[in-house]
Structure formats: C-alpha cells, structure tokens
C-alpha cells in the first residue's frame, strides 16, 4: 500500500509516452519561464524525491527529503529502432536569449560515439491554474504538506554532430518537458507521478538527417519511456523492448533489468548499462 496521497483540486494532466496535454484551464507560462533555469530539468547529478515509499534511514537528505540518480535517456534512431545514446555535457543558458540554451554533448549508436553541439529552445509553456497538495507522512511521523503548480515547456532541439566525422548528422525535433513549481517559486523536475505505469519525461521526438546528404532517419528519446517508439516498448510497469528488436543494441538492456539481479550476467549486463560510455 502507497503510504502517501494526492489531492487533487483541478484537472489531471494527461500523461502518456508521446508526452503531455496540458487542461483546458492551464496558463500561458511563457513569458514567466525565461526568468528560470531549465538546465536542471535537462541535466543533473540528482533529481528530488517526494513519495515516501522511498524513505530510507540510509538516504534521509534535505531535511527529509530524498534524491534520485538523474535518469540517463533511452532512445531509438531508424525505422529498425537501433538503440541511440545521448548524453548532455553541458546546458548553459544564452546570455543573448533567455528562451535558449547553449548545449554540448554526446551521441553513440553501436560503438559509434560523436561530439555534438547544439542548442535547446523554449518555443511554448503552460502551468496549472489549480494547485495540487501532497501530503507525505515523513519518518518521523509528522506528515508534510507540499503545495505545487505542474507545468510543461515545449522545446525546439537542434544539435548538429561533429562534422568531421563521415556518419555525422544533424538533429531536429520537439522536446517536451515537464515540471512543477512549489510554493516558493522553486522549480524542480517533475517526478510525482513516477509511481505511474506510463510515467516519462523528457520526450524528444524528430529527424536525424545525414550531413552533406539526403539520408533521414526518425530519432526518439526520453526519460524512462521513449515516445513514438511503435511496437518497440511492450512493457506494462515500465519500458521493456521487445524480442524482435533485441538484436539491435537492446539486449543487454534487457539482460540488466530482467535477470536475477544477483546473477553474474546480470551483474556484468548492469556494469555495461552503467558504464560511462560519454567518457570515451
């Protein structure tokens, strides 16, 4: 049994793995969302933790609160859903436009890692009108009461690979974001849902065009689900690729997540999805 609960007082976002639609009485958050940071929301060491069902003596933080690792994103790239890797360096925001940042990372597909640059632009936000209240018992039996707006930052991704690399492209599409802010105007990554079968974050959807030639191919990624994946994902908690497609770099996702977890193999699996491969 879940040993935290949610009152709602307006209208549920809809949440689903090609992102998010926001409730009819939503508000236009645009002109508000360039005074904030989105870099935290993009890259991070940790990300908070509200839900109670992960309290732990060990991890208590923050005066109660806890933190996650900051999810590394799954992706596909091609109409075989080839497993892409991206990972971001850096995200600084323009000193010359508060709407966009400055980003620096890396892409890998087989043992193909390439450098990118590139740059994330808010383009659209919404925030709830309505405020929803969490009440979390804490350890010490003393509940909390944390009041908070969700809201969503629609982006336009362009991040271009090194150019000196013959099998090098360029990306474009949609990233859309979710976040919510709390009673002090402090925003944080919108994990509060996390409990939820279809949970996800971070959803990019787009094309990754081939420099100097005509080649394009569908690209996706995304924290914990990967939107318009098709048949890719057959998992009902949470992502689980599908047999079909395991030979092209998902098979040793699945030997991580789905062995015994106290096995060799899977150990050695988990070692391999953990491992730094941007460091390369």
Same mark, same amino acid.
């Given at each position: 049994?879940?040993?935290?609960?949610?009152?709602?007082?307006?209208?549920?976002?809809?949440?689903?793995?090609?992102?998010?639609?926001?409730?009819?009485?939503?508000?236009?958050?645009?002109?508000? #969302?360039?005074?904030? +940071?989105?870099?935290?929301?993009?890259?991070?060491?940790?990300?908070?933790?509200?839900?109670?069902?992960?309290?732990?003596?060990?991890?208590?933080?923050?005066?109660?609160?806890?933190?996650?690792?900051?999810?590394?994103?799954?992706?596909?790239?091609?109409?075989?859903?080839?497993?892409?890797?991206?990972?971001?360096?850096?995200?600084?925001? +323009?000193?010359?436009?508060?709407?966009?940042?400055?980003?620096?990372?890396?892409?890998?597909?087989?043992?193909?890692?390439?450098?990118?640059?590139?740059?994330?632009?808010?383009?659209?936000?919404?925030?709830?009108?309505?405020?929803?209240?969490?009440?979390?018992?804490?350890?010490?039996?003393?509940?909390?009461?944390?009041?908070?707006?969700?809201?969503?930052?629609?982006?336009?991704?362009?991040?271009?690979?090194?150019?000196?690399?013959?099998?090098?492209?360029?990306?474009?599409?949609?990233?859309?974001?979710?976040?919510?802010? +709390?009673?002090?105007?402090?925003?944080?990554? +919108?994990?509060?849902?996390?409990?939820?079968?279809?949970?996800?974050?971070?959803?990019?959807?787009?094309?990754?065009?081939?420099?100097?030639?005509?080649? #394009?191919?569908?690209?996706?990624?995304?924290?914990?689900?990967?939107?318009?994946?098709?048949?890719?994902?057959?998992?009902?908690?949470?992502?689980?690729?599908?047999?079909?497609?395991?030979?092209?770099?998902?098979?040793?996702?699945?030997?991580?997540?789905?062995?015994?977890?106290?096995?060799?193999?899977?150990?050695?699996?988990?070692?391999?999805?953990?491992?730094?491969?941007?460091?390369?």
């Amino acid at each position: 049994m879940k040993l935290f609960v949610f009152i709602v007082l307006g209208i549920a976002f809809s949440i689903g793995t090609t992102g998010w639609a926001m409730p009819a009485d939503s508000t236009n958050f645009y002109l508000s #969302i360039k005074t904030f +940071d989105l870099s935290k929301l993009w890259r991070g060491d940790s990300i908070r933790v509200l839900e109670n069902e992960h309290y732990s003596a060990e991890k208590l933080i923050f005066e109660g609160e806890l933190t996650d690792k900051f999810p590394e994103p799954y992706g596909f790239i091609g109409l075989d859903y080839q497993r892409f890797y991206i990972h971001y360096l850096t995200i600084k925001k +323009d000193t010359g436009n508060a709407y966009r940042y400055v980003v620096t990372g890396k892409t890998k597909v087989k043992d193909s890692v390439r450098k990118f640059y590139g740059t994330i632009t808010v383009v659209k936000a919404r925030v709830s009108k309505e405020v929803t209240v969490m009440i979390v018992p804490r350890p010490d039996k003393k509940n909390s009461e944390v009041l908070f707006k969700q809201g969503v930052a629609y982006c336009d991704i362009k991040f271009t690979e090194d150019t000196t690399r013959p099998t090098s492209g360029t990306i474009t599409g949609r990233l859309t974001t979710r976040f919510y802010l +709390d009673s002090s105007q402090h925003m944080f990554y +919108d994990n509060l849902n996390n409990i939820s079968d279809s949970y996800c974050n971070n959803q990019f959807i787009g094309l990754w065009k081939k420099n100097k030639t005509d080649s #394009i191919k569908r690209c996706s990624w995304g924290d914990y689900r990967i939107p318009a994946c098709g048949d890719l994902d057959e998992g009902a908690g949470g992502f689980s690729p599908a047999d079909k497609y395991l030979m092209n770099g998902w098979q040793n996702y699945r030997d991580a997540n789905f062995g015994g977890p106290e096995t060799p193999a899977t150990k050695r699996a988990a070692a391999l999805e953990n491992f730094r491969w941007w460091k390369l």
